[in-house]
């Protein structure tokens, strides 16, 4: 996976920089001249650490590496010394700072920042910072330096295990109290800083456990135990596990807050009028709010849930919490069941979803389009890409937002644009890119400044990185200050799409979080929403700093809760999951369950990979593996994407278009036809993974998705020397020719059907992008000229669209390339039409239940002219190398040419078929009468001429 699955952590932590905090403009007296910044570790190893500094008021600002440049002479603490002056960070108030390593590894889990508007008499601000402690300490007179516990947590229900600034630490240094109890310790053990101490009996979670720890320097120290260790067990599930409703649960009258927060000692509601701070102006000249217009305690209900119910209308106020874990107070964090938000997500909002509907909503609408899941035909789309480029003809300030999205009537020198041109090319189901609110990725704030545009890193995102997952993303809204407008326009969004018969597919990123300390989930229950190492970092199986722990029972229900939320209140059709292999078997069957009791023809289907290992068993997790666990659930065809055009992770491989028809390419592209199944004419030998779907719809079968190169530049990458354009269009057909008359689901990349293209951007001699060849192929943050659609190319290349939709037209319309099931695939299709022949794979398909009980399929790769016999009989063509649809481009027989990349499609009517019956003295040995016999190759003139091959299937009686 790439995008920003396989974006480095260096530029998932770039972004996470700019956008974290407010916008405020603080003015020193004195501004600062110099910053000193001191970092003291107790074990005294300071190799690969370094700094990592941005500007965060007035303006966010890009991060940068600063390395130390020396080392404090009082406490042996290394030192960096910056002039501010020319620095990155010069005119700030406020710089956030982390210390981290190469690898970004942090040494405190959340960001830190250092106010700038009280140098000392001489323009310094000295600060130190601890190892694992989250305060930043103004002056040496500040500064504790004392030894501690860095970390503290249950391992199970009697054994504790910490790390301690200190290494030699004994029995008699240790109090362990469950309340105000002693419990008794029955051994203790220290490795370096790492102790563990086991207690006699095991905890009763129903009480509070810390532990005291006499140092030797000072006074003794007391530290809640955490429960990392434990968050797994059947203990703690019986005593927290929640399966009521969270959030805010509005009516007319009051609105009731409820929070999952087991280990907190104290919860407090904030409320506020406005989304958006005090130095900030909304789009109505309304400036912001800093202090709550009210707060309110909530009350320990029992299961880990706080709650407190608030008299009143609230709909359209904000809301935030805070929320007090041992003797750290987090405030205004987010709810994380929050179904809306205000200005870059910072304050989640109480909502009235029936005053946001648009005239005629209804809910549980949804086009009936489709009786099963092999009907689906899903088309992937991002929101700004269909309307940024000035062709689009929309309206103006609809460009880049929902409203822009569903407008309906663009036009451009006479082909049809944006909304229209989906309904036009035919398609069941609009696979949108994430538009849950990514935060931190846009800033909402600066999406009218046309400074904010043309770079990477700016209005334009992929949308990944999730802040809030039941939130719609702002930056497509009109207003992004109003929580209520992105409600308003993205039901308008989904009302359109299904008043013209197609469905909406959300991309899902439940797989990990934008922040990994400083995520609302982690400061909400520390530990327990995330994979954790042997050493207590941030598993990374998701390539972006984290990943979240499905099998644990809260998050489950959390994503269980959040899908159920989108469907019943979005009328959302389907869920593509990213990384879906990060997700255990269980979470995923739950799922399943949840949403095809609402309407079994949902579709479900993900990622069947991770993106760089993970603590979850294989066996645990949702991928190819264990499809025989998920029923209702497909996955990427990897397979037979990288059999059509060649891998994506080498930009000059190719696949079978290109020329190449080794066995493993032959079978890679036959699996994808045959839906993934088991058929005994496929090589399970020639396969990285056999046959591994247990039923078709198992399969999305794809050549280009967002990720990696598009179609047009992956063929302009790969194809050899003196290919013609004419010869890339001609790929660029069959490549989805082979897709859309497969079994399983197809899958569409948005603009594939006009040879879309996406060129780096180069400013001052710098990419903009991930680039290769003068193509971008990891465009996530690129700006839109690479991503937008430019609709000249469908004026251009209005032959490669007719292609595509005449494609779609005959597979909505002719059922023998959707089977339902494996059976009816392993008993209708046949390839021994042409055993053997290199660069040609042709199959027929019988099916005397369908309106063309014989179909004919046939694909030759660049390498050759090649020929099929046609026994003597009429065919209808209906797809060639020029036209495809539903309509008789000729009626052939005898010898058929197939031209360099060209897919054929013919069929014969069931009435009227006739088949020659060949006599028994003429049948190869092992072959029975009452069979068909197709020549591939060579002269029709003897069937015992040199090179000509035989090939029989029975016919159906």
């Known amino acids: 996976m790439k995008r920003v699955f396989k974006l480095s952590v260096i530029s998932f932590m770039f972004l996470m920089t700019l956008f974290l905090s407010i916008n405020t403009t603080i003015k020193a007296e004195t501004p600062a001249e110099t910053l000193i910044i001191n970092y003291h570790r107790f074990d005294g190893n300071y190799t690969g650490w370094s700094v990592w500094l941005w500007s965060n008021r007035p303006t966010p600002g890009d991060g940068q590496n600063v390395n130390f440049t020396g080392y404090n002479d009082d406490t042996g603490s290394r030192q960096l010394v910056l002039d501010l002056e020319g ?221 407190v119910t608030v008299d009143g209308d609230l709909h359209g106020k904000y809301y935030t919490y805070n929320v007090t874990n041992g003797s750290i107070t987090h405030e205004d964090v987010v709810d994380p069941y929050t179904r809306s938000a205000g200005i870059n997500g910072e304050r989640g909002m109480v909502v009235d979803f029936s005053r946001l509907n648009p005239e005629g909503w209804v809910y549980g609408e949804r086009p009936q389009n489709i009786s099963h899941f092999n009907q689906s035909i899903i088309y992937e789309a991002h929101i700004r890409d269909y309307t940024s480029h000035e062709s689009w003809n929309g309206t103006e300030e609809w460009r880049g937002k929902y409203l822009g999205f569903a407008e309906l009537g663009t036009r451009y020198q006479g082909v049809k644009t944006g909304f229209d041109h989906f309904v036009d090319l035919g398609i069941t189901h609009v696979q949108l890119l994430p538009v849950h609110d990514i935060g931190m990725a846009i800033d909402e704030r600066r999406i009218n400044d046309p400074n904010y545009s043309g770079r990477q890193d700016t209005i334009f995102n992929w949308g990944y990185m999730t802040l809030h997952f039941n939130t719609l993303e702002g930056s497509y809204a009109t207003d992004p200050y109003n929580g209520e407008t992105r409600i308003e326009e993205f039901k308008t969004l989904v009302q359109t799409f299904h008043e013209n018969g197609i469905r909406v597919v959300l991309d899902v990123v439940y797989n990990h979080t934008a922040t990994s300390g400083d995520s609302n989930f982690e400061k909400i229950v520390p530990g327990y929403y995330f994979r954790f190492n042997e050493d207590g970092s941030f598993s990374n199986g998701s390539g972006t700093g984290n990943e979240t722990k499905s099998e644990n029972h809260m998050f489950r229900k959390f994503m269980v809760d959040s899908l159920v939320f989108w469907t019943e209140e979005y009328n959302i059709s389907g869920y593509r999951f990213d990384l879906m292999k990060l997700h255990d078997v269980t979470t995923m069957q739950m799922i399943q369950e949840a949403l095809h009791e609402i309407d079994p023809t949902i579709l479900i289907y993900g990622e069947p990979w991770d993106a760089g290992g993970s603590n979850l068993p294989a066996s645990e997790a949702a991928y190819n593996s264990n499809l025989d666990r998920l029923p209702g659930i497909g996955v990427f065809n990897d397979d037979t994407r990288d059999g059509i055009k060649g891998s994506v992770f080498n930009a000059t491989d190719r696949g079978f278009v290109q020329g190449i028809q080794t066995t493993q390419v032959m079978n890679r592209v036959m699996l994808g036809i045959v839906g993934g199944v088991y058929h005994n004419h496929v090589s399970q030998a020639s396969l990285p993974k056999g046959s591994w779907a247990q039923q078709p719809y198992q399969a999305i079968n794809y050549v280009t998705a967002h990720d990696n190169n598009t179609l047009h530049d992956k063929l302009m990458l790969s194809a050899n020397t003196g290919t013609s354009f004419n010869q890339i269009k001609d790929m660029q057909k069959q490549a989805n020719a082979i897709i859309l008359t497969s079994q399983g689901v197809p899958f569409l990349h948005g603009g594939v059907e006009m040879m879309r293209t996406k060129p780096c951007v180069t400013i001052g001699g710098e990419a903009q992008g991930e680039c290769t060849g003068g193509y971008d192929h990891n465009s996530y943050r690129s700006p839109d000229a690479t991503n937008q659609i430019d609709w000249n190319w469908k004026v251009e290349h209005n032959d490669v669209f007719n292609y595509y939709k005449g494609l779609i037209a005959i597979r909505r319309n002719i059922n023998v390339f959707s089977y339902e099931t494996a059976e009816e695939v392993r008993n209708n299709i046949d390839f021994l039409i042409t055993p053997n022949q290199p660069g040609l794979i042709s199959y027929l398909i019988t099916d005397e239940d369908s309106a063309w009980e014989y179909t004919l399929v046939a694909h030759n790769n660049s390498t050759a002219i090649r020929y099929i016999d046609l026994l003597g009989l009429e065919w209808n063509m209906v797809v060639n190398k020029d036209q495809a649809g539903l309509e008789t481009i000729e009626v052939v027989s005898g010898n058929l040419e197939l031209r360099p990349n060209e897919s054929v499609v013919l069929y014969r009517l069931a009435d009227g078929a006739v088949w020659p019956i060949i006599p028994d003295e003429d049948v190869p040995s092992g072959l029975s009468t009452g069979a068909i016999i197709l020549i591939s190759v060579g002269s029709v003139v003897g069937l015992a001429a040199a090179g000509t091959t035989f090939f029989l299937l029975k016919k159906r009686g």
């Open 87 to 307: 620095s990155h960070v010069e005119g700030s108030t406020r710089v956030g700072v982390i210390i981290r390593t190469g690898s970004w590894a942090k040494d405190v889990a959340i960001d830190l920042f250092i106010d700038l508007t009280n140098p000392d008499e001489n323009g310094v601000v000295e600060v130190f910072l601890v190892s694992q402690d989250p305060t930043v300490y103004y002056g040496i007179e500040e500064l504790d330096l004392t030894h501690r516990f860095m970390q503290v947590d249950f391992l199970d229900t009697n054994t504790i295990r910490f790390q301690s600034s200190k290494s030699d630490l004994t029995i008699d240094d240790i109090t362990v109290f469950a309340d105000e109890t002693v419990l008794e310790i029955d051994n203790f053990s220290m490795s370096g800083f790492n102790g563990t101490v086991e207690l006699a009996q095991n905890i009763d979670l129903a009480k509070t456990h810390r532990i005291e720890v006499d140092f030797g320097d000072g006074p003794a120290k007391s530290y809640s135990i955490g429960l990392r260790g434990v968050y797994e067990s059947e203990a703690f599930n019986e005593q927290f596990a929640y399966d009521g409703e969270l959030g805010a649960i509005y009516t007319s009258t009051s609105t009731t807050f409820k929070l999952w927060a087991p280990i907190s000692s104290a919860v407090s509601l904030n409320l506020y009028n406005y989304g958006h701070h005090g130095d900030d102006v909304d789009y109505n000249d309304v400036t912001g709010e800093d202090t709550p217009y009210a707060t309110h305690d909530l009350e320990y209900v029992g299961q880990g849930v706080w709650q």
